[in-house]
């Protein structure tokens, strides 16, 4: 049997991974023996931990730079794919629906970044929850592994395989089921994309509760498997709260029926939760019910700089973008106010930041006047993530912190990392949500080893999130101790 | 020399336009309303002109309901000095806003009268050459360059014409017109919001201005463009030839 690793950029490093929390490769139960073997290798660390610290939630794996050095060997239980295999998948699904064309396999098997990479030799394509059902349930019976795959746009590795993992995406599982007008609730099937919902729903007169740059390419069920936040989080909260149900196919098969459309329902554990967020390591999830809200007729949107923040340096690799403030300042802000009372709105937001302006708290800023120059102002704050790729290599980190610690973390990593690379923080300042970004030529060890841990020490000590709203993924599957403690995890 | 530059509140150019279901003209309410984005140009020009010290003064003016006062402060929060609210709830075609146009600039005297080319709404193209000849002023449209000459006695502007350019010479007083690639209006600053609250906006009428409304054009009937059929996906090279024969009858 063939044993892959997944390799990063630089080439000499190899880091294997295990891909416990991102895909389901359990014979029996869905509770997988991955998930057992990514608990097992903390043990020895879990016993070092510092009673002390531990009440404090601080976490210390040491120096020994966890993240690299576990290598993660291809579990022997799993079988490889045969000829059998792909006729069976034929048979159900279609020819056309069952991809193993080199081209289209390169592209499932490479993860938006570029920086995770697996080597699958099959990718599937359900139309419908019982073809998703009698596929894991073949795989299940086969020990096949399998990876859930959405639109692709996951940041930590976690939707693509790590060795050779079936891939099955649900793309096809694009239809929009139902649309209540009065309540606003939305039931589609998972592989709708962000961007083609929302289009739907403003025929409609609504919007979706969740917002993303990645919104043109993510699935709905995507969205719901990494527990995304993206842009509406202060105004409509969390995934948690919007999605009133879901329907999953676990990994024997079994289809979950949790896709309720109610605001309240008590009946017992709400399963549902446990899926959003669960990166697809619980089982498929194959259509979503949602929360949208009514489009409200006025959105004004502003554009400030303040004096002590992050550099807009890396907007230089977006194709028309311009500085919509003249002064180059450290921090710029983006405030998105929505009401019903055009004039009465923009009052107001203009009121709140004349007076912060007066007070010295904002250096300069500009109100969009129309709905282009607030495209244009969003498109800077959605295209960070594109313009850092386009810079050359970008270690990437979601955390969550206090809000007023958000900006330490950054200027720490500056004074540790020198010239070694730029450090640049931007994210979602409302919900203390930070999006730390190391960017630098390209991946060495070196850097690598001047991060992490540090970066998830830090977070640790100050009771942050090592991950706010990316998951887990490969990148992070084996840190989940700077953030939950042993006897959650186990 | 003064500077005086129309702006028109139009339906927002990113929204999409819906006709009225009585085929009268577009629905309107509710929906996002912004300057028109020829009329930013136009009023941008104007703002460089006078920063280049060739103006003392620029004064917007907008003809239209009450909410045109939105669209005033916007471009007062551009760096306009001032502005002018023609008051009126009727809808006018371009023969009569020229007409108004006149007036004011009979009341203004500005040395340059700048308009958008068009207006992204009704697309009519007429207004500022109406203007031109109700003033008996000499027109440059489509302007793609403005140069004054510092003595501002005529301004050399390019107009964009097919295949080419043009290099027109005009006398002052004289109206412009401006194209898309003439500049990039720059952004509404929070301190220059600030200072536009403080900016007169004044407010006149038709019969301030003397101008007797007559329409002498009827709009028969609105109509959406006829919806494109979405297209079909063929599974075989014989289904397509036996559409394209018996569907299609193009082969
Ligand atoms: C430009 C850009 C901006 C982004 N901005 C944000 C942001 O603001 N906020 C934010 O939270 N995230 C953001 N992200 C990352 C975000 O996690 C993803 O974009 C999105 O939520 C993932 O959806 P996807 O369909 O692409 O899933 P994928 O990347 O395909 O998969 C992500 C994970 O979910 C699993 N999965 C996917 N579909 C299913 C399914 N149907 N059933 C079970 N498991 C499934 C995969 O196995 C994988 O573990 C951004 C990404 C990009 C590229």
Not at chain 1, 225 to 233: K, W, Y
Not at chain 1, 345 to 366: I, M, Y
Not at chain 1, 444 to 456: A, F, Q, R, T
Request: charge should be neutral.
């Amino acid at each position: 049997m063939m044993m892959m690793h997944r390799w990063r950029r630089s080439g000499d490093f190899i880091r294997s991974a295990c891909k416990s929390l991102s895909s389901f490769r359990q014979k029996h139960n869905s509770m997988s023996p991955s998930v057992t073997g990514f608990m097992n290798r903390y043990e020895s660390k879990v016993n070092t931990f510092e009673p002390n610290a531990w009440s404090h939630q601080y976490r210390s794996f040491g120096s020994s730079s966890s993240s690299s050095a576990l290598k993660v060997k291809r579990n022997p239980l799993f079988s490889s794919l045969e000829s059998k295999d792909v006729s069976f998948f034929k048979e159900i699904l279609g020819e056309r629906n069952v991809v193993e064309d080199e081209e289209r396999l390169e592209i499932a098997n490479t993860d938006w970044m570029k920086k995770y990479k697996g080597c699958s030799k099959l990718m599937l394509l359900p139309k419908n929850t019982e073809e998703v059902s009698q596929i894991l349930k073949y795989c299940d019976s086969r020990s096949l592994a399998v990876v859930p795959q959405g639109g692709n746009t996951g940041l930590v590795g976690g939707s693509v395989p790590v060795f050779d993992e079936v891939i099955i995406n649900v793309g096809l599982m694009n239809k929009v089921l139902s649309f209540d007008e009065v309540s606003g609730v939305l039931v589609c099937e998972a592989g709708c994309i962000l961007e083609n919902l929302a289009t739907f729903l403003d025929t409609k007169g609504f919007v979706m509760p969740l917002d993303l740059g990645a919104k043109g390419s993510c699935h709905i069920g995507g969205n719901v498997s990494t527990n995304a936040g993206g842009l509406r989080l202060i105004r409509y909260g969390s995934l948690h709260g919007t999605v009133l149900g879901l329907e999953a196919v676990k990994a024997n098969g079994n289809v979950l029926d949790m896709l309720g459309t109610l605001r309240k329902d008590n009946t017992g554990y709400d399963l549902k939760h446990l899926f959003i967020g669960s990166e697809g390591s619980l089982g498929i999830v194959t259509k979503v019910s949602i929360l949208t809200q009514p489009k409200l007729s006025s959105v004004n949107l502003a554009f400030i700089a303040c004096k002590d923040f992050l550099s807009c340096q890396v907007l230089n690799h977006l194709d028309g973008v311009r500085n919509p403030v003249s002064s180059s300042e450290n921090f710029y802000i983006l405030i998105e106010t929505t009401g019903s009372g055009e004039t009465y709105d923009r009052e107001k937001l203009e009121a709140f930041l004349l007076k912060s302006l007066e007070q010295g708290l904002v250096s300069d800023g500009v109100i969009a006047q129309d709905i282009n120059q607030a495209s244009s102002f969003w498109r800077i704050r959605e295209g960070i993530t594109e313009a850092l790729q386009k810079a050359g290599a970008c270690y990437k980190y979601d955390l969550s912190l206090p809000v007023e610690e958000i900006y330490n973390i950054v200027n720490d990593l500056r004074g540790r990392l020198g010239n070694l690379a730029n450090v640049m923080g931007y994210g979602h300042l409302g919900d203390g949500n930070l999006h730390l970004n190391i960017s630098a030529a390209e991946y060495n060890d070196k850097l690598l080893g001047l991060i992490e841990p540090y970066v998830y020490e830090w977070t640790s000590k100050h009771r942050g999130s090592i991950s706010a709203e990316h998951g887990l993924g490969v990148m992070k599957a084996n840190e989940i101790l700077y953030s939950k403690s042993p006897e959650t995890v186990s | 020399m003064k500077i005086l530059v129309a702006v028109k509140r139009v339906v927002d150019y990113a929204v999409k336009i819906r006709v009225k279901p009585d085929k009268t003209g577009v629905d309107t309410q509710n929906v996002k309303m912004s300057m028109n984005p020829f009329c930013e140009i136009a009023l941008e020009e104007s703002l460089r002109i006078k920063e280049a010290g060739l103006a003392k003064e620029v004064v917007a003016v907008s003809i239209g309901p009450s909410q045109c006062v939105d669209t005033l402060r916007t471009g007062l929060a551009m760096g306009a000095d001032r502005g002018i609210h023609v008051q009126s709830d009727s809808s006018f075609l371009p023969l009569t806003i020229a007409k108004i146009l006149k007036s004011v600039a009979d009341v203004e005297n500005p040395g340059l009268v700048f308009l958008g080319k068009q207006a992204i709404d009704d697309d009519c193209n007429q207004t500022g050459q109406m203007v031109a000849a109700l003033l008996g002023w000499p027109q440059a449209t489509f302007a793609s360059k403005v140069v004054l000459d510092k003595d501002k006695k005529f301004a050399t502007v390019d107009r964009e014409v097919d295949g080419g350019l043009e290099t027109l010479c005009v006398d002052l007083p004289a109206v412009i017109t401006t194209d898309l690639r003439l500049n990039q209006p720059r952004y509404a600053t929070l301190p220059n919001i600030m200072k536009a609250k403080s900016k007169p906006i004044k407010k006149m009428t038709l019969e301030d201005l003397k101008v007797e409304v007559k329409s002498d054009i009827e709009i028969v009937e609105v109509t959406e463009p006829p919806k494109r059929k979405s297209g079909v996906i063929v599974s075989s090279v014989d289904e397509l030839i036996d559409k394209l024969k018996n569907e299609a009858h193009v082969i």
